[in-house]
């Protein structure tokens, strides 16, 4: 049974180098794209949440022992996955920093563009 349950590992290991294969070259090919990177990130996303709400949670622990199995393998194998989103001050970080009067100017050039 442990051959069995160490062949599984290597195939699962080896499809998901294949997934993150395939995501990095999505990636590549939407450099500079940021609104292709954000789709990609929402796709991600979106996997994400199906897993984690429809199989997964299918397969919880259905006894104390399967619990703990479980919870120790969260522990020593890096902890619960999540995927974190971007804080608005990290997103504003990279805007360039304008001067109170290049802002008071583009406000001005604006309200103008409404008046015509």
């Known amino acids: 049974m442990n051959d069995n349950k160490n062949l599984e590992s290597g195939e699962l290991s080896y499809k998901l180098q294949a997934i993150?294969?395939?995501?990095?070259?999505a990636v590549q090919g939407c450099?500079?794209?940021?609104?292709d990177l954000l789709a990609l990130l929402?796709?991600?996303e979106q996997l994400h949440r199906e897993i984690r709400d429809g199989v997964f949670q299918e397969s919880l622990p259905v006894n104390r022992r399967q619990l703990y199995s479980l919870l120790k393998d969260?522990?020593?194998?890096g902890g619960w996955p999540y995927i974190e989103r971007m804080?608005?001050?990290a997103f504003l970080v990279n805007l360039p920093q304008e001067t109170p009067q290049e802002n008071s100017r583009e406000v001005l050039e604006?309200?103008?563009s409404f008046a015509d």
């Open 110 to 112: 604006s309200d103008r």
């Open 87 to 89: 804080r608005l001050q």
């Open 31 to 35: 450099k500079g794209e940021t609104s």
């Open 42 to 44: 929402r796709q991600l």
């Open 74 to 77: 969260i522990e020593s194998e």
């Open 20 to 25: 993150a294969t395939v995501v990095d070259d």
